[in-house]
Protein backbone atom coordinates (compact mmCIF):
# COMPACT_ATOMS: atom_id res chain seq x y z
CA UNK A 1 0.00 0.00 0.00
CA UNK A 2 1.32 3.48 -0.98
CA UNK A 3 1.08 6.16 1.49
CA UNK A 4 2.58 10.51 1.56
CA UNK A 5 3.46 11.63 5.15
CA UNK A 6 3.91 15.37 5.62
CA UNK A 7 6.43 16.45 8.30
CA UNK A 8 7.15 19.34 10.14
CA UNK A 9 10.23 19.22 12.77
CA UNK A 10 10.13 21.78 15.20
CA UNK A 11 13.17 21.67 17.45
CA UNK A 12 12.86 23.77 20.79
CA UNK A 13 16.49 24.80 20.74
CA UNK A 14 17.79 27.83 20.02
CA UNK A 15 20.26 25.76 16.94
CA UNK A 16 17.75 23.94 15.55
CA UNK A 17 18.10 24.27 11.45
CA UNK A 18 20.95 21.59 12.29
CA UNK A 19 18.99 19.21 13.69
CA UNK A 20 16.20 19.92 10.63
CA UNK A 21 19.12 18.96 8.36
CA UNK A 22 20.04 16.57 9.80
CA UNK A 23 16.75 14.48 10.04
CA UNK A 24 16.30 15.18 6.16
CA UNK A 25 19.82 13.79 5.40
CA UNK A 26 18.60 10.67 7.07
CA UNK A 27 15.68 10.18 5.81
CA UNK A 28 16.95 10.63 1.95
CA UNK A 29 19.37 7.53 3.14
CA UNK A 30 16.34 5.63 2.42
CA UNK A 31 16.48 4.46 -1.29
CA UNK A 32 12.63 2.90 -1.71
CA UNK A 33 10.99 6.17 -0.30
CA UNK A 34 10.98 9.64 -2.20
CA UNK A 35 11.52 12.75 -0.05
CA UNK A 36 10.41 16.02 -1.45
CA UNK A 37 11.08 18.80 0.43
CA UNK A 38 9.85 22.88 0.82
CA UNK A 39 10.08 25.29 3.09
CA UNK A 40 7.27 24.50 5.68
CA UNK A 41 7.91 20.64 5.71
CA UNK A 42 9.09 17.39 4.32
CA UNK A 43 7.24 14.52 2.39
CA UNK A 44 8.35 11.15 2.54
CA UNK A 45 6.44 9.11 -0.53
CA UNK A 46 6.17 4.94 -0.69
CA UNK A 47 5.22 1.83 0.64
CA UNK A 48 3.89 2.59 3.76
CA UNK A 49 5.21 -0.18 6.21
CA UNK A 50 8.62 1.12 4.81
CA UNK A 51 7.63 4.64 5.70
CA UNK A 52 6.10 3.52 8.83
CA UNK A 53 9.46 1.67 10.02
CA UNK A 54 11.34 4.75 8.53
CA UNK A 55 9.37 6.94 11.08
CA UNK A 56 9.82 4.65 13.72
CA UNK A 57 13.94 5.00 13.77
CA UNK A 58 14.17 8.20 12.40
CA UNK A 59 11.95 9.87 14.91
CA UNK A 60 13.71 8.21 17.92
CA UNK A 61 16.98 9.29 16.11
CA UNK A 62 15.35 12.99 16.71
CA UNK A 63 14.56 12.22 20.39
CA UNK A 64 17.40 11.33 21.25
CA UNK A 65 19.25 14.45 19.69
CA UNK A 66 17.08 16.67 20.22
CA UNK A 67 14.44 15.69 23.21
CA UNK A 68 12.96 18.92 23.35
CA UNK A 69 11.02 18.62 20.10
CA UNK A 70 7.26 18.74 17.88
CA UNK A 71 6.93 16.91 15.31
CA UNK A 72 3.82 17.59 13.31
CA UNK A 73 2.51 14.48 10.96
CA UNK A 74 0.43 14.23 8.52
CA UNK A 75 -0.99 11.24 6.63
CA UNK A 76 -2.21 10.36 3.24
CA UNK A 77 -3.27 6.84 2.22
CA UNK A 78 -1.69 6.90 -1.57
CA UNK A 79 0.78 8.80 -3.16
CA UNK A 80 0.77 12.29 -3.14
CA UNK A 81 2.85 12.56 -6.92
CA UNK A 82 -0.29 10.75 -8.15
CA UNK A 83 -2.65 14.08 -7.22
CA UNK A 84 -2.19 17.12 -9.79
CA UNK A 85 -3.98 20.56 -9.27
CA UNK A 86 -3.48 20.90 -13.72
Do not use: C
Request: charged content about 25%.
Amino acid sequence: MEASVDISLYPLADEHIPAINEFIERVQQYPAIAVVRNDFSTQLLGDYEQIMELLKIEIRLSWEQYEKSILVVKFLGGDLRGLSSD
